[in-house]
């Protein structure tokens, strides 16, 4: 799977794991973050009115204007979309505004009605954002399982392995039917139509 690493302008988080065939693609104030870490990008985009500062003349740099309709980390999605890209997962994409997060998570859900497998993460929190199918969650104990509808419907939606498990439900929204839930083994999720984004966040204590 050819995957484009995609380095947002949200709160600074770890990056990585960073594999060897990945593409990096710093979204301006990302490129800060990328040299926090000592992680030299493939190619910087962005309006920078977040990065401020120089830039290396050695690496690629896609200028866009502060007035436009995309954000950066869309203008990345569509980029790695163009250039063949099988998956994207955005990091240093959480935390500041609410707005940004937001939009951040429309970017993943963008990505993923493109064909991409498509998720952003941070030490925290991972979102994931499944379309059609069967998928296996591995038990992660310290972290909750949330299940959020992106579509109007998603439809006979069946979850073992969890401390809450349905059978041939369908979600409607608005609906808050699939939050918090708990790993008791590893999880299983499969549904047949429309979108969730899968959140795992890390428990306190």
């Known amino acids: 799977m050819k995957r484009c690493l995609i380095i947002a302008g949200g709160d600074y988080a770890p990056i990585g794991p960073v594999e060897k065939d990945d593409f990096v693609l710093a979204c301006d104030r990302g490129y800060a973050w990328c040299a926090r870490e000592g992680i030299v990008p493939n190619l910087i985009l962005g309006d920078f009115d977040s990065y401020p500062g120089a830039l290396p003349k050695e690496i690629p740099v896609l200028r866009y204007p502060v007035e436009k309709d995309d954000t950066d980390a869309m203008l990345a999605v569509r980029w790695a979309h163009e250039h063949g890209f099988d998956a994207v997962r955005l990091c240093c994409a959480f935390g500041g505004r609410l707005d940004h997060l937001l939009s951040n ?34 038990c992660q104990p310290c972290r909750s399982l949330s299940l959020i509808a992106l579509t109007e419907r998603v439809e006979n939606l069946t979850i073992r392995g969890t401390k809450y ?11 808050t039917l699939g939050q918090s839930n708990a790993f ?3 999880a299983r999720i499969s549904f047949d139509s429309g979108m969730l984004a899968l959140i795992l966040s890390r428990l306190e204590g």
Request: glycine share 6%; hydrophobic share 45%.
């Open 165 to 175: 498990e349905v059978e041939g439900v369908t979600l409607q929204k608005p609906t």
């Open 184 to 186: 008791v083994t590893d």
């Open 105 to 138: 998570v429309e970017t993943l859900h963008y990505a993923a009605a493109l064909g991409m497998e498509a998720e952003a993460a941070d030490e925290n929190n991972l979102i994931r954002i499944l379309r059609a199918g069967a998928y296996h969650v591995p």
